[in-house]
Each structure stands twice: as structure tokens, then as C-alpha cells.
């Protein structure tokens, strides 16, 4: 009699269950939260010229690469008009 009465709840969460849910709930909350405090403790005067050139891949800052290409020729510091070989 009973079971035909809560057969409209169908299948009940188990404690095991609940737990991984209210727990992934509140990991998700906390970093939310994490992320809520760090927007409003920002300062929007900070600046500094390598933000100019910084660049993101997926939200995540990229080194950019040296750049360390050798040309092969190049003018000797000090003196003009010398050539001297070697990189740059």
C-alpha cells in the first residue's frame, strides 16, 4: 500500500549520493566565492606596460618567446660600418 502511494518519487538519493553532490555544490561555490573576493580587492588603477603585450590562450597568460634569430650579419658596437658576424 505504502509503496504504491511514493511510486510518484520514483527512485530516492542514497546518502552517498547527496554527499557528492552537496559537495561538488560547494566546491563550486568556494571558487565563486574565491573569485567574487578577488574581483572586489583589485585595484583598477594598477597598470603596467607588459600588459600591453601579454597575451592569453584559453585564460591562461602565455610567455611570449625571446627573440633569439640569428641574422647572420650585424654592426660591430661602436664602430660604423664594421661588419661582424654572429647573432643578435
Given at each position: 500500500m505504502r509503496r504504491a502511494a511514493r511510486?510518484?518519487?520514483g527512485l530516492l538519493?542514497?546518502?552517498?549520493?547527496y554527499k557528492e553532490r552537496a559537495q561538488d555544490f560547494h566546491r563550486k561555490e568556494d571558487?565563486?566565492?574565491?573569485?567574487?573576493?578577488?574581483?572586489?580587492?583589485?585595484?583598477p588603477d594598477e597598470f603596467y606596460?607588459?600588459?600591453e603585450k601579454a597575451r592569453t590562450r584559453g585564460g591562461?597568460?602565455?610567455k611570449r618567446r625571446a627573440a633569439t634569430?640569428?641574422?647572420?650579419v650585424a654592426l660591430a658596437p661602436g664602430k660604423q660600418g664594421k661588419l661582424q658576424r654572429g647573432c643578435v
Open positions: 511510486r510518484q518519487y538519493e542514497k546518502k552517498k549520493d571558487a565563486l566565492r574565491r573569485l567574487r573576493r578577488k574581483a572586489e580587492e583589485r585595484n606596460f607588459a600588459m591562461v597568460h602565455t634569430a640569428c641574422t647572420g
